[in-house]
């Protein structure tokens, strides 16, 4: 059943809409208003589209249309309204409409237009979703399948490097041994991959992302300094992978790493999220190649995937520590996707 949220002042035009798209049997309209009540009614029910005039009481469509993307980024929104000056339009798909249906004289033809627009945009939406969850689901049947076979190759190898002598043939083995594993590696990379852009992006707070991603490490030998400033980041659903990922390569390349230290700054061009560790850091050659993935690499693709997930909203990471000192990584935020969160951070999670 798709969800419908009409919103308007009109009762007589809600109405007349709720009777007209409730005509499909798979349509079911929610009727509201205003933005406040439309909001209100959010939280109970699970909305799939959204139907809204510009002139709304208290406020206008488009700043119900950003509430709206804040909270929940994936719903189909139109804009359904008299209102046809080109400005607002625009203004209007510019904050994330997906539709504009202009009101006129002819009902049944308006109503029949959003009809079809809901149902070919959600129909679009399921029938992505529907492939995506397919294509997850083939490639980890075919991942699990062809990791168990890497796992009878490398005992094999071992079994057979027991009974080996012969030192040539002992280092072709040793070769096999070390390619079955890289391989392993790379297909749990390409799990963690595949996950990249499956859900929409959403605010989440930093402080208790990058402590959780810490906490995933479990790394020993590291401590974490970490700043208690309450900011929430829009990114997508998998950005605690970003900083675990970078964790993991401070810990095995950064020679002595002991603690990782992370700073906010504030600039014109954003927020600058600051990693730097106390060990030893990376080559000059190494750090050139450090977001690169290239066939055959035998370095954790971490850098790479951090920044792959930090590009789905604009986000960018680079590498700025010195010859001979720990690693300096820097994300920048643009300035639209942070903000100061309303919640405290979270102390109960200590590394």
């Avoid at 007349?16 to 009727?31: A, G, N, P, Q, Y």
């Avoid at 700073?263 to 190494?286: C, E, F, K, V």
């Avoid at 909203?313 to 300096?328: A, D, F, H, I, P």
Wanted: glycine share 6%; aromatic share 8%.
């Amino acid at each position: 059943m798709t969800e419908v949220l009409c919103v308007d002042k009109n009762p007589v035009l809600l109405e007349s809409c709720k009777h007209f798209l409730e005509r499909e049997k798979d349509i079911h309209v929610h009727t509201a208003s205003s933005a406040d009540e439309a909001l209100e009614q959010m939280k109970t029910v699970a909305v799939d589209a959204i139907v809204a005039d510009y002139d709304l009481p208290g406020s206008d469509a488009l700043q119900f249309l950003r509430m709206v993307r804040e909270k929940s980024p994936g719903i189909l929104f139109i804009l359904f309204t008299g209102t046809s000056t080109e400005e607002i339009v625009i203004e209007a798909l510019n904050n994330g409409a997906d539709y504009y249906i202009r009101k006129g004289p002819d009902q049944k033809l308006r109503f029949l237009e959003l009809s079809q627009t809901i149902r070919s945009k959600i129909g679009a939406k399921n029938a992505v979703v529907v492939a995506r969850n397919n294509l997850i689901m083939f490639s980890g049947l075919t991942r699990h399948d062809i990791l168990n076979q890497l796992m009878i190759i490398s005992g094999s190898l071992e079994l057979a490097s027991d009974d080996v002598k012969e030192p040539g043939l002992l280092q072709n083995l040793t070769r096999a041994q070390t390619a079955t594993t890289t391989i392993q590696r790379q297909i749990v990379f390409s799990r963690e991959y595949e996950k990249l852009g499956a859900g929409a992006p959403c605010w989440q707070p930093l402080h208790t992302v990058i402590r959780q991603a810490f906490l995933e490490l479990q790394a020993e030998t590291l401590t974490l300094d970490l700043p208690k400033d309450a900011i929430d980041v829009y990114a997508d659903p998998i950005f605690d992978k970003v900083f675990f990922h970078l964790f993991i390569y401070v810990n095995k390349y950064s020679t002595g790493a002991t603690r990782i230290t992370v700073s906010y700054g504030r600039t014109a061009n954003g927020l600058i999220i600051s990693l730097s560790d106390n060990g030893a850091g990376i080559s000059p050659s190494d750090k050139k190649l450090l977001f690169d993935k290239k066939p055959g690499s035998e370095k954790v693709p971490g850098p790479y995937l951090a920044e792959r997930i930090l590009e789905v909203t604009g986000m960018t990471v680079c590498e700025n520590g010195g010859e001979k000192e720990g690693l300096r990584f820097e994300i920048v935020v643009p300035p639209d996707g942070f903000r100061q969160s309303k919640n405290k951070p979270d102390e109960n999670l200590v590394p």
